[in-house]
């Protein structure tokens, strides 16, 4: 997401990442990516991705990574599902869906 922050901003969306993992993994996180975006941890409370219906797919106990873009209206306008663990949706994805809401 990184690489197309910028043109995903200048579509009018705003890009949030949001990881289940405890504060003690932050500190490296932060230092090894460089990211625009701001990264919120939820300090292992699962709520936010149960919510979504995006934790424990596969049994592992971890929410799937997964992109939602949410309207102006708080409407979920698009949403792609991790399909897997390794599961990662491209910022032309996101770009796509944007430019067809």
Do not use: C, W
């Amino acid at each position: 997401m990184q690489k197309h922050y910028d043109k995903i901003s200048n579509a009018g969306a705003e890009v949030l990442a949001i990881s289940t993992d405890d504060l003690r993994g932050a500190e490296s996180i932060v230092a090894k990516a460089v990211t625009e975006f701001p990264v919120l941890y939820t300090n292992k409370n699962n709520d936010v991705p149960i919510s979504y219906n995006v934790f424990d797919l596969f049994g592992d106990g971890l929410a799937s990574a997964s992109v939602f873009i949410v309207d102006k209206n708080g409407n979920i306008a698009y949403e792609n599902i991790g399909e897997n663990y390794r599961h990662q949706v491209s910022g032309e994805e996101v770009l796509e869906a944007l430019a067809g809401l």
